[in-house]
């Protein structure tokens, strides 16, 4: 650009040629290409810059990010608003603007401003929704997870409610159902609306089963359904009905350890079995005052990135309170043991959702601490047989959907029954 303010004719060829040259261009090539295109042509040239920008931010091949990652990443959300609103593709190249701001604003632990961005790619995806006619607003999912990481517990409920709502009348074939209905029932109970989770679950139940039937979806997806609203049958005082579907998991995982799951399936099950675990135990561990707490049922890639980092790390601090709490076990159980049974289990449930997805090292990281774990609780049931048995048969259903998600069917089958003995259902 000259000092009049216009674009120099020299400039806009040379951006030409960079673009129109054989061989390949640098993300740094094409940013300054389109810089200079974009004042001529708004329309052709602005989606291409902001899109060029988020490229430039993170060299997707090395895995680095560029050291003006958020000034570029801001840079390009403020292209993307510059579009006419009248070009068809700015909702879009907006959205993954913002989208993309928004996770390096969380990676540097600048939360709020990270949840103003998803508020706007929320308010993008409902503009989007209402002109196309479709049901599900884009950023929903986003915007919930983020209110729940602050604990905003009855909003993030609300927009579950309206996301579950949109892709419910789908049917088994609607995208993410299960992983959605999940999500919904935990962030239901964390907003103290247990009657909407129990019929959540009730719903979740229904369509993991109707999968496994239909070979849609594994038989271990339907069994951590009925294990994980058992437990919360039993949280609300339905005991008796609980009992009717812990006896419905044990004719499963019976006819599991017979035959085995009739299809071969990814290890997306196991990740169900792993948030099932992280907000069934809910209640035994205690958040961190003043910091983001993950997303109540949701996985991993979806929390952001601040919450996952201290949520992994405090591994190593439990693990050395456990081991001095164990000490003191040792000496005063009646004081210590069942602390040290309560934090152990926050332990290990830490470590397993960790470990999940890192398929080759799971079972042989997450076993010790779950046979640890049914120690631990065989100790507290001989010490304090009221309350202790009770605790046993939880690790021991615990022990046993980790089996089931590491595919040793027979053992979580051992597990299971003992656990029903445990409860006095094994009849």
């Known amino acids: 650009m000259n000092h009049s303010g216009k674009v120099d004719q020299d400039d806009i060829v040379r951006a030409r040629n960079v673009l129109l040259a054989s061989g390949r261009r640098t993300p740094r090539e094409e940013v300054d290409a389109y810089r200079v295109l974009a004042q001529v042509s708004p329309a052709s040239y602005l989606p291409l810059l902001s899109r060029a920008l988020r490229r430039l931010s993170y060299d997707t091949g090395s895995g680095e990010r560029h050291p ?132 959540a679950f009730e719903t979740l139940v229904g369509v993991q089963a109707a999968d496994a039937a239909n070979d849609r979806g594994p038989a271990a997806g339907h069994l951590y359904s009925l294990v994980g609203y058992a437990l919360m049958l039993d949280t609300h005082g339905r005991r008796g009905r609980a009992a009717l579907v812990r006896q419905q998991a044990l004719a499963l995982l019976t006819r599991m350890a017979e035959t085995g799951e009739r299809n071969l399936w990814s290890g997306s099950q196991a990740s169900v079995w792993a948030v099932v675990l992280s907000f069934s135990g809910a209640d035994g561990d205690r958040a961190t005052p003043d910091a983001p707490r993950p997303p109540s049922g949701t996985a991993p890639l979806h929390w952001s990135p601040d919450a996952k980092r201290r949520y992994f790390d ?52 997450v076993r010790p601490l779950f046979d640890d774990g049914v120690d631990l609780a065989r100790r507290l049931s001989r010490h304090d047989p009221a309350d202790g048995t009770r605790t046993l048969a939880c690790t021991l259903i615990e022990r046993s959907g980790f089996h089931t998600a590491a595919g040793d069917f027979g053992p979580a089958l051992d597990d299971f029954r003992e656990a029903l003995g445990c409860l006095g259902e094994a009849g």
């Open 314 to 365: 405090s591994r190593h601090a439990l693990r050395a309170e456990v081991d001095a709490l164990a000490r003191r076990a040792d000496q005063d159980p009646d004081q210590y043991l069942a602390e040290l049974v309560r934090l152990h289990r926050v332990l290990t449930v830490r470590s397993a959702v960790y470990w999940e997805h890192r398929t080759h090292l799971f079972a042989e990281r």
């Open 68 to 199: 003006a990652c958020l000034a570029l990443r801001e840079e390009a959300v403020a292209v993307a608003r510059s579009i006419d609103p009248a070009e068809p593709t700015r909702a879009r190249v907006l959205h993954e603007a913002l989208d993309s701001c928004q996770r390096e604003l969380y990676d540097l632990g600048r939360r709020a401003e990270g949840l103003a961005l998803r508020a706007e790619m929320l308010a993008v995806g409902r503009a989007g929704a209402a002109l196309s006619g479709t049901s599900a607003a884009a950023g929903l999912h986003a915007w919930a997870t983020g209110l729940s990481e602050e604990g905003r517990c009855a909003e993030t409920a609300d927009a579950m409610t309206e996301l579950v709502s949109a892709i419910l009348p789908g049917g088994p074939d609607s995208v993410g159902l299960s992983w959605s209905l999940l999500e919904w029932i935990a962030m239901l109970q964390d907003a103290g609306r247990p009657d909407e989770a129990l019929a």
